[in-house]
Structures are given as structure tokens and as C-alpha cells.
């Protein structure tokens, strides 16, 4: 509180918490922290509802050539691995309960957990992309990426395909190849925005009243999690997979 | 934000019914079963899944209207506009034989 406000009495100085005059993290054309908080909010789901489409359109091109070329889409689905596309799910999900928690933190202004937490986030965030990028090696060593490692004469003997379904095939793969690819951006980004936040949480920025940009960085983070939540099942599960 | 605070606990048992959820969806994929029951089941778990972490923690639930109407919309737009008019020609093509330009 500066001193210029010493005149007023308690009442008048807690009615102006959080507005302009008191607070300086607050942009003038809002009329408290309040309001600020949930226009950034706004815009962040708004943002998100044009990645939803971005996305979307991926998912629809996969459901599509599932339902044109059923064999050859579930035969390759079959190849992609699972088990580091089943286990990088949990990962997310895991870095979704962290993050949370930093944003739950930072309500109640607990200065180091919001560090630690949004430390734990991007740490598993990392331990996402280690675990993508040694699935995308053994995607190298399995011959499954059309253009560069890919044996169409593999497909008709090994699996039983006829020579022209081995195209449809392909262009399944390069979906799987587009879509994680750009997953994998996505979390890159997010793990250097919640990198920002974390520094600017430990320089003491934040605090019970202003604390959006954890809350908008958390919001973003969230909806990397749902699409990966959604590629298990569209990429991984078409197939059916035996057991050992 | 004025929304209502959930407890660190809460947050845990969402994320123990996610992982439980992850868990069964990959199990189903070892049954054998049609690859639209196989669809049907994979993508209903994931709309559970995303609606579990879209309520609880993006915190759609007990947010402002303004917040909740982008999520109406998007999924709307999404859902009805996007995938159901796309779906309706790709899926219906070669229903009626000797259809000119099918």
C-alpha cells in the first residue's frame, strides 16, 4: 500500500483491493484484478477453441480413411507401440495433476509450491517428449515412416495386405506422423511457457490476487493433455492387439 | 478468480479415475470385438476422460458464463458442423447405386 493512500480509512482502502489505484499489476481498461483474471481467462479458451479445430480436422482425416480402408488403417494401427503410447497418456495426466496443483498454490499465494509444481509439470512434460522421441526411434527400426524407412513388400508378406492397400497404409502413417509431430510442438511450447512462469513465480510476481498467467499457462497445458487423451484411442487402439 | 476452491485429494481422485480410465481403454483394445464397437468404446472413454479434466481441472465447472458458452460453441462447432457434415457425405457415399458423380 503506498503512502498516498494513508488517508483513507480501512473501509474505503479494502474496497479498493485489487482495483488500479492500489494494485500496479492491473491494466486501466479493466476495473479490478477480478475482471482482468477472466478476460485473460476468456481469451485463452477462445484460443483453444481455434486448436480444437486445428486439431479437429486431423482427427476427422483418420476417422475418414478408418472408414474408406478399414484393413489396412487397423493393420497399421497395430504396428504403432502402445505400451509407450498407453504409458506417455498416464505421464500427461500425471503433468495435468501438477500443474493443477501449482494453480491451487498459487490462490492460496504459496510461493514454493507454485515453483515446485510447475518444476514437477515441465519435468514430466520433458519425460513426455524422451519417452515420444524413443517411440519415434523404434518407429526408425520398425520401418514405419513412409518416405524414409518403409518396406511396402513387408506389408503383403508379413501381414497379408494386397499390394495396393500398402498406399493406405502410408497415408495412415503419415497422419500418425503429423498429428504427433504437432502434438509434440505443443508440448514444447507449453513447457517453456510454464519454464516463464515458473521464474517469474520464484522472482515473488505473483499473488493471492493476481496469479492469471498461472491459471491461463495451466488452461493451455490441460488441452495439450486432452488431445493426447483423444490420439490414444485414434491412433494406437484401432487394431486389435494380442497379448505377449 | 471467485470459483470454488477443490481440494488438493479431490484433484487426486480425478486424476486416480483418469488413469483407471487409460488403463481400460488399452485392456479393451486386447478384446476381440468389431472395429466399430472397438471406435465406439476408444472414443467414449476418451469424451470421459476430457470432460473429467475439462470440468475439474480447467475448472469449467463453477466458471463464468462468458467461459462456458466458448465451450458449448467449440464443442458445437465442432461436433455438429465439422464431423457431422463432413461424416454425412463420406459415409453415406455409395448408399444409392448409379448415383451420377458417386
Known sequence: MSPDNSFLTAEQLESLEGTALVRHRLEEQYANLDQQHQAASLGMWVFLATEVMFFGVLFLAVAIYHHLYPQAVEKASEKLNWVIGGGNTLVLLLSSLTIVLAVHYARLAQRKQIVSFLGLTALLGVCFLALKGLEYYLDYRENLIPGWRFDAAEWVTRDGLRPDQVPQVKLFLFLYWVMTGLHALHVTIGICAVLVIMLLARNGRFSAAYYAPVDVTALYWHFVDIVWIFLLPTLYLLGIHHAG | ?102
Open chain 2, 1 to 102: 478468480m471467485s470459483e470454488r476452491l477443490l481440494s488438493p485429494a479431490a484433484y487426486l481422485v480425478v486424476l486416480i479415475v483418469l488413469m483407471g480410465l487409460t488403463i481400460l481403454t488399452v485392456g479393451l483394445s486386447f478384446v476381440p470385438s468389431s472395429g466399430l464397437m472397438r471406435i465406439a468404446a476408444g472414443q467414449s472413454i476418451a469424451v470421459v476422460k476430457a470432460s473429467l479434466v475439462v470440468l475439474f481441472f480447467m475448472h469449467a465447472l463453477g466458471s463464468p458464463a462468458q467461459t462456458r458458452a466458448v465451450i458449448v460453441v467449440t464443442v458445437f462447432w465442432l461436433v455438429a458442423v465439422l464431423a457431422a457434415l463432413t461424416f454425412s457425405d463420406y459415409f453415406t457415399r455409395g448408399m444409392i447405386p448409379n448415383l451420377p458423380g458417386h
